[in-house]
Structure formats: structure tokens, C-alpha cells
């Protein structure tokens, strides 16, 4: 016979090992969102770093002689 309480079955008892399993995966996933929002941080770091760089580095540099490092005279 059915009736409120046997309808739908018996409740799920949770065991240990999903207990565990639920605990761990939480563990998991938060360490992701950790990762993932230092990375982002970090990514943005660098970028800002070699904008910085670039900037006044951007000049072509003087060309020298392979032997003693003076600047070569370019002749036109």
C-alpha cells in the first residue's frame, strides 16, 4: 500500500565516503578559484611590467663593432 512516506522512497542516507567526497571536492574547487584568480593577477602584472618597459626601450639601438664594442660610423 502507498502512502506519504513510502511514495517517493527512502530517504538517501548520506555515507562517509560522500561526506568526504563532498568535503574534498569543495576543497578542490575552491583551490581552483584561487589558482585561477592568481594567474589572472599575475597575467596583469606582467602585462603592465613590459608596457612599462617597452616604452622607453623603443629606441633602435646603436649599432657596434663585433671587435672593440665602438659605435660604427655609417657611411651613406
Known sequence: MLNRHNLFGEPKVETKASKTNGIAMGI???????????????????????????APSEAIPEKTSRRNGSPISVAA
Open 28 to 54: 578542490v574547487e575552491s583551490d581552483r578559484i584561487a589558482r585561477v584568480e592568481k594567474t589572472r593577477r599575475l597575467r596583469a602584472a606582467r602585462a603592465e611590467r613590459d608596457a612599462s618597459e617597452k
